[in-house]
């Protein structure tokens, strides 16, 4: 049990085994694929997991940067958003006449939730792949959440400033 990893057990694993250990192929019995591939992580495995990361001077400095970034992001997006803008007019023609309707929209606060939820994943992956022996592969991770917060930025900005003019 490496890291406190667990894999779940299957059939298709135990027909290997067996073959192995008979030393013959038996007519329709051989697997067609691995393990299941589901692995659960225990808090022990994540506690280690994070350990290791924090050792490495670059990648904690490359995970301060995603995080800080988050931060910004949920900070300047959900200053943004105005109480005047949670609801907007909206025109509607029906039978012929122009209608106003004052339309919520209470979803702008997921702007802010997505900048969350994408620095809380981009984060978590890359101290798994790091747990995993995958630093760059962390890395690669980490400067494509930054990335990904700055274009998601830019474009919540101008959905914003569009929608409340």
């Known amino acids: 049990m490496r890291y406190g990893i667990i894999p779940h057990r299957s059939a298709t694993l135990a027909q290997l085994v ?13 697997p067609a694929g691995g393990s299941s591939g589901i692995f ?10 994070v350990k290791q990361a924090i050792t490495d001077r670059g990648f904690v400095l490359l995970m301060f940067a995603l995080l ?3 931060m910004v992001y949920a900070t300047v997006i959900g200053l943004s958003i ?26 702008t606060i997921l702007f802010v939730v997505f ?19 995958r630093r760059q592969s ?16 830019v474009i ?3 959905i914003i400033g569009f929608a409340f003019q």
Do not use: C
């Not at 659960?40 to 997991?49: D, G």
């Not at 962390?138 to 959440?145: K, M, P, T």
């Open 40 to 49: 659960i992580m225990t808090k022990e495995a994540i506690r280690q997991s």
């Open 156 to 158: 919540m900005l101008s």
């Open 115 to 133: 900048g969350i939820a994408v620095t809380a994943v981009h984060t978590a992956l890359m101290v798994k792949l790091y747990a995993l022996g």
């Open 82 to 107: 105005h109480s005047r803008d949670v609801q907007i007019y909206t025109r509607y023609t029906a039978f012929g006449e122009a209608h106003f309707y004052k339309s919520p929209w209470q979803y």
């Open 68 to 70: 800080l970034a988050g």
């Open 18 to 30: 067996e073959q192995l250990t008979r030393n013959e192929q038996v007519a329709g019995s051989n």
């Open 138 to 153: 962390g890395l690669l991770v980490g400067w494509l959440g930054i990335a990904v917060l700055a274009i998601a930025m």
